[in-house]
Structures are given as structure tokens and as C-alpha cells.
């Protein structure tokens, strides 16, 4: 699972000052943002596809439609086959994008050192702004309000590094991981849920 540098906002290591405050980063996984952007919600039976492989594939779905069997990968005619009533949207890159934008200038307001992830979400570096909202527990509340009032679906987490406090988000418990802690929160996750790739999961469950 990989997340973009975040690390080096301004192309160098986060700066502590002369106070020490801790690097925390806020995460807010959108795991249907393709779809809903597109005006759809997750009781719709809908999929997302791109030419892929010589077919028209599925890439995102919604939860409705993975209720169906639906799968990323899929062509769509074995979606067809699972659920006739599944409507399909074409992606389209350049539109998608835009309205990344837009959302990323949406969240600006609870950090000015804020940018896309490469898994469908928005990394916010939150550690000299979190107590404008009432500390971190009351930024990730706010932040998980905003989305919701956009018509999002989200797991927000906050750790001191992006990839935990991503994995916080994305385990369906979400909220903060105390500074120092990230270790002790992540352990008795599964495995898979760790982010590792599809190749080294692999290799692990052969062992």
C-alpha cells in the first residue's frame, strides 16, 4: 500500500521547532469517491470501468454491488452475469482528477500541508493545527463530518506516520492512534490488512 511522500511536503524531512511539537498526519480514506463524485451512493448496484487487458473491467465497485459477487477485475459481462440490474460508468481520468482537486481544496481549511495519497485519499499533515478544532480527536470528527456532508463514505485515522494512520482508517475503527503508539494499535490487525502487496501476502500465507 503505498502513500505518496508526505514526508517531504516541502521537499525536505517535517522540521520540529524549538517546542518539539510531534509530526501527526490525518488520513481520510474515500474507498468509493470514483462513484459517489459521480452522484451515486453505496445501496446503489454500480461499478466503475476502463478498457483493461483486451475488456471492459471493473476497477471500482460500490458495496452494493460487491454484496452481488462483483469484484475489481471483473469483465463486464461476468458483472452482467452476477447482476443483471448493475449499471455501469465509464472512468474518466481527467474528470476524476478535477474533482480531487476540489475536494483536496475543500479540506484545505484544517491544514494548509494537505495532498492526494495514491489510495484514495487525502493526507493531512494536522500537528500544529489540530487544536483549532479542539484537539485531534475533535479535527478527525470535523474531518469525517465534511466528507459525510459532501456525500462520501470515509475512515479517517491519525498516527505519526500517513501509511498508519491509512491502515487506522481503512480497519473500519478509524480515530486517533496515540503518539508513540502506532505499534501497539497496528499488531493485532491481520496481515492483510497491513497493506503488504498481493505478491508478499502470497508468499506469507505459503509459509
Same mark, same amino acid.
Not at 4 to 20: C, E, I, T
Not at 93 to 111: I, K
Given at each position: 500500500?503505498?502513500?505518496?511522500?508526505?514526508?517531504?511536503?516541502?521537499?525536505?524531512?517535517?522540521?520540529?521547532?524549538?517546542?518539539?511539537?510531534?509530526?501527526?498526519? =490525518?488520513?481520510?480514506?474515500?474507498?468509493?469517491? @470514483?462513484?459517489?463524485?459521480?452522484?451515486? $451512493?453505496?445501496? #446503489?448496484? *454500480?461499478?466503475?470501468?476502463?478498457?483493461?487487458?483486451?475488456?471492459?473491467?471493473?476497477?471500482?465497485?460500490?458495496?452494493?454491488?460487491?454484496?452481488?459477487?462483483?469484484?475489481?477485475?471483473?469483465?463486464v459481462s461476468e458483472s452482467r452475469a452476477l447482476c443483471p440490474r448493475v449499471v455501469?460508468?465509464?472512468?474518466?481520468?481527467?474528470?476524476?482528477?478535477?474533482?480531487?482537486?476540489? =475536494?483536496?481544496?475543500?479540506?484545505?481549511?484544517? @491544514?494548509?500541508?494537505?495532498?492526494?495519497? $495514491?489510495?484514495? #485519499?487525502? *493526507?493531512?499533515?494536522v500537528s500544529r493545527t489540530a487544536h483549532l478544532f479542539g484537539g485531534e480527536t475533535?479535527?478527525?470528527?470535523?474531518?469525517?463530518?465534511?466528507?459525510?456532508?459532501?456525500?462520501?463514505?470515509?475512515?479517517?485515522?491519525?498516527?505519526?506516520?500517513?501509511?498508519?494512520?491509512?491502515?487506522?482508517?481503512?480497519?473500519?475503527?478509524?480515530?486517533?492512534?496515540?503518539?508513540?503508539?502506532?505499534?501497539?494499535?497496528?499488531?493485532?490487525?491481520?496481515?492483510?490488512?497491513?497493506?503488504?502487496?498481493?505478491?508478499?501476502?502470497?508468499?506469507?500465507?505459503?509459509?
Amino acid at each position: 500500500m503505498a502513500v505518496k511522500q508526505v514526508l517531504s511536503f516541502s521537499g525536505s524531512k517535517p522540521q520540529r521547532d524549538a517546542y518539539r511539537v510531534p509530526v501527526r498526519y =490525518l488520513v481520510v480514506w474515500l474507498p468509493s469517491f @470514483s462513484l459517489e463524485r459521480c452522484g451515486y $451512493t453505496e445501496r #446503489e448496484c *454500480v461499478v466503475l470501468c476502463t478498457f483493461q487487458r483486451n475488456a471492459l473491467r471493473v476497477i471500482e465497485a460500490m458495496p452494493a454491488a460487491q454484496d452481488a459477487g462483483i469484484r475489481i477485475g471483473m469483465t463486464v459481462s461476468e458483472s452482467r452475469a452476477l447482476c443483471p440490474r448493475v449499471v455501469m460508468e465509464m472512468w474518466c481520468r481527467e474528470e476524476e482528477s478535477r474533482d480531487w482537486d476540489s =475536494l483536496l481544496e475543500g479540506f484545505r481549511c484544517y @491544514s494548509d500541508r494537505i495532498q492526494r495519497g $495514491t489510495n484514495s #485519499e487525502l *493526507v493531512l499533515e494536522v500537528s500544529r493545527t489540530a487544536h483549532l478544532f479542539g484537539g485531534e480527536t475533535g479535527v478527525v470528527r470535523a474531518v469525517r463530518e465534511r466528507a459525510m456532508s459532501l456525500g462520501h463514505q470515509c475512515g479517517v485515522g491519525l498516527s505519526d506516520h500517513p501509511r498508519a494512520a491509512l491502515i487506522w482508517a481503512r480497519s473500519g475503527s478509524g480515530g486517533v492512534i496515540p503518539a508513540g503508539q502506532g505499534g501497539t494499535y497496528l499488531a493485532p490487525m491481520p496481515f492483510h490488512a497491513l497493506g503488504a502487496s498481493d505478491g508478499l501476502t502470497r508468499a506469507i500465507q505459503v509459509l
